[in-house]
């Protein structure tokens, strides 16, 4: 959605204010985190990027608000806290692809990879491909997980075309994304007494 930007300032400090549409991105453009002057076309590799990191973070908060998502935890933290963790840092992410001065911290990563690996010693080991579905937190979980390789692969492509630099950082939670969401949708049908259903191939 076009968003009128205006830079004001009261008393010593700065703010930019929006409005929800100026008309501006009727032509094919838009613009990007902070500038209000400088506009790309929506179909550039950053805006396909942008757009798939949003589109991953509004389904996050369908996850979040199932009403499983609270009664399920992970490393001390309910689902529905570890999902709006996540949204949080994907406006790091939206922001650093956009070329504001943010990145992921290296911590963060590891705090995830920990959540991952926690989940795992709770689950039976991987030995084959899961059809999706079981409970339907379960079911909203891997379709993010779906939507949030899809946000890896749009902020990679940015990357190697080298229209912008992106932090390795940042391409490290990405790949940790998917994993978590995964083993966030396992462990989701496991809690719920769910068997896991792998494909027939026939």
Same mark, same amino acid.
């Given at each position: 959605m076009a968003k009128k930007? %205006?830079?004001v300032k009261q008393h010593k400090f700065w703010y930019i204010t929006w409005m929800l549409y100026t008309g501006k991105g009727d032509d094919g453009t838009t613009k990007t985190f902070g500038s209000c002057n400088q506009r790309i076309s929506k179909s550039s590799a950053v805006a396909e990027a942008l757009g798939s990191l949003? +589109?991953?973070?509004?389904f996050l908060g369908i996850c979040k608000t199932n009403e499983y %998502?609270? +009664?399920?935890y992970l490393e001390g933290y309910s689902f529905a806290e570890m999902v709006d963790w996540v949204q949080q840092q994907l406006f790091i992410v939206q922001a650093h692809v956009a070329g504001a001065d943010k990145t992921i911290d290296k911590e963060k990563i590891?705090?995830? +990879?920990?959540?991952i690996d926690m989940t795992e010693k709770e689950l039976p080991p991987?030995? &084959? !491909?899961f059809v999706s579905g079981g409970t339907t937190l379960a079911a909203q979980?891997? !379709?993010? *997980? &779906?939507?949030a390789r899809r946000a890896e692969r749009r902020v990679v492509g940015v990357s190697e075309e080298g229209k912008a630099k992106v932090d390795a950082n940042i391409l490290a939670f990405l790949n940790r994304l998917s994993s978590l969401l995964y083993a966030m %949708? *396992?462990?989701a049908n496991y809690k719920s007494g769910i068997t896991e259903e792998p494909p027939s191939y026939r």
């Open positions: 930007c %205006a830079i949003d +589109e991953i973070n509004s %998502a609270k +009664e399920h590891i705090h995830m +990879e920990q959540a991987i030995k &084959t !491909f979980f891997d !379709f993010a *997980r &779906t939507l %949708a *396992r462990l």
